[in-house]
Nanobody
Framework: QENLVMSGGGSVQAGGSLTLSCAASPRIYATNCMAWFRQTPGNEREGVAAITPGGAFTNYDDSVKGRFAITLNSANSTFDLHMNNLKPEDSGQYYC???????????????????WGQGTQVTVSS
């Protein structure tokens, strides 16, 4: 179900930065894992970053560690993906997602997320 509202995205040159935002309902925000995924044509949607409710634990795909950061904004039930030092291979359709917390940490497994944003394109030029 696509009931998360996304904003951000666009085009940037390699080495640049971009921030994506996702708005959830307070109920979803308070109890769910929040995550970001990306997808390119012909490929599966893959996890990029995830964070536990409250933000105690984060997980990142190795390809973005040290460059991306997922953060929570409790005041308005949103979460962001801060992307720095972007590379052309970061290009793709990005989705925010929410899923039930089933462990201490939140995974990057697609099938654990049932609520999705509409997606936004990120294009990084060489």
């Amino acid at each position: 179900q696509e009931n998360l509202v996304m904003s951000g995205g666009g085009s940037v040159q390699a080495g640049g930065s971009l921030t994506l935002s996702c708005a959830a309902s307070p109920r979803i925000y308070a109890t769910n894992c929040m995550a970001w995924f990306r997808q390119t044509p012909g490929n599966e949607r893959e996890g990029v970053a995830a964070i536990t409710p409250g933000g105690a634990f984060t997980n990142y795909d190795d390809s973005v560690k040290g460059r991306f950061a997922i953060t929570l904004n409790s005041a308005n039930s949103t979460f962001d993906l801060h992307m720095n030092n972007l590379k052309p291979e970061d290009s793709g359709q990005y989705y925010c997602a929410a899923g039930a917390r089933i462990a201490a940490e939140c995974s990057l497994r697609r099938n654990e997320y049932l609520t999705w944003g509409q997606g936004t394109q990120v294009t990084v030029s060489s």
